[in-house]
């Protein structure tokens, strides 16, 4: 039925109507130009740390109690070693390996230390000389980057676990 | 052919549609993969950085590059790199004293630079930003750092590539 009175309609004298598509063509290709020309395919972050420093800043008349942490980084081994700043001290030390296993397992390992002592945010970092530049970057992101952070919305900045990370070796 | 023959009137039209498919597709992909970080920055073809989870922006052009060969403090040959080290020569104290004397220089423009502009500038001026290659080892970067520490810099921002999540 519907295709019948179709039919029916369609008029008899309509011209060959062609879309213009060249200035679509000329927009596409500038646009493909530009993006190519300014496109950067590797993108670049930072990681931020301090070396110690001499300060002639008047020390606390009452310290606090705070959770002093070290890590200790090796070509083999990460060790994480913990003591409070007043007595009872409770000194404690954890080794793990440096594969990735071991790194995760010590970032889990300062995750729970985070939950524990959620004020203290600094962690002094000693590494030996034969440890790789790399090797060093992953230990700063298990120290640093906050998993839970969910980066895919817009987060700009998920160095949150223990933001202050200090080169302790790098000291004269 | 049958057009260089002169006699023919056939009208030949080229097929656009897969071009602009093509087209479409690309500016898609480079349109998704755009980035919109402040600094534009190329690292040294000489070096290979490493990979991190980081989410922080580069936001000022790395002052001090460490390729596999050469130390250069604002694109300038300040020392070489052999076999991972600097010549003993070179060092003091455990530091590199030319990059010492380049890390003075820069310290002393960028707070002139600060004062100038009357910025409080405190961070600008202790805080430096090192681009390094992956493969080095701490005993080099430990240099690095001693002698940026003798300048007065006191806060590094390490150079690292963006993983992909």
């Known amino acids: 039925m519907s295709r019948k009175k179709n039919k029916r309609h369609v008029p008899q004298d309509i011209p060959d109507v062609e879309l213009n598509i060249m200035p679509f063509i000329d927009i596409f290709s500038l646009l493909n130009t530009f993006l190519l020309f300014t496109a950067t395919f590797v993108s670049i972050g930072l990681l931020r740390v301090q070396v110690p420093f001499l300060s002639n800043a008047t020390p606390d008349s009452k310290p606090t109690r705070s959770l002093d942490i070290n890590v200790d980084v090796g070509r083999d081994q ?54 790789s530049y790399h090797k060093l970057v992953e230990v700063l992101d298990a120290i640093k980057i906050d998993d839970s952070i969910d980066t895919s919305d817009g987060v700009t900045d998920n160095n949150k676990l223990y933001p202050k990370v200090v080169m302790g070796s790098v000291l004269l | 052919m049958a057009v260089s023959g002169g006699a023919s009137t056939e009208t030949i039209s080229l097929p656009i549609t897969p071009m602009l498919d093509i087209f479409s597709i690309l500016v898609t ?66 530091a590199i004293y030319p990059l010492f004397q380049e890390l003075v220089k820069l310290n002393t423009t960028n707070k002139n630079y600060a004062d100038a502009s009357a910025k409080s500038g405190g961070d600008k001026v202790s805080t430096l930003t090192l681009e390094m290659d992956k493969n080095h080892r701490f005993e080099l970067m430990k240099m690095i750092m001693l002698s940026a520490q003798q300048a007065k810099f006191v806060t590094f921002k390490l150079v690292v590539s963006k993983e992909k999540s």
């Not at chain 2, 402040?38 to 040294?44: E, R």
């Not at chain 2, 980081?54 to 052999?82: G, H, R």
């Open chain 1, 78 to 131: 990460i060790v994480l070693r913990t003591a409070y700043t007043i007595a009872p001290t409770d000194k404690t030390s954890n080794s793990f390996s440096s594969s990735p296993d071991g790194i995760a397992a010590f970032h889990r390992a300062l995750i729970d230390l985070k939950h524990r002592n959620p004020r203290d945010d600094k962690v002094t970092l000693y590494s030996d000389e034969d440890v």
């Open chain 2, 29 to 94: 992909f480079l349109l998704m993969s755009y980035s919109s970080d402040p600094i534009s920055h190329d690292p040294n073809p000489a070096l290979e950085l490493p990979d991190s989870k980081t989410t922080v922006s580069l936001d000022e052009v790395p002052a001090v590059v460490v390729s596999k060969n050469e130390v250069l403090v604002n694109d300038k040959k300040v020392v070489t790199v052999i076999g991972g080290t600097v010549e003993k020569r070179h060092t003091t104290q455990g």
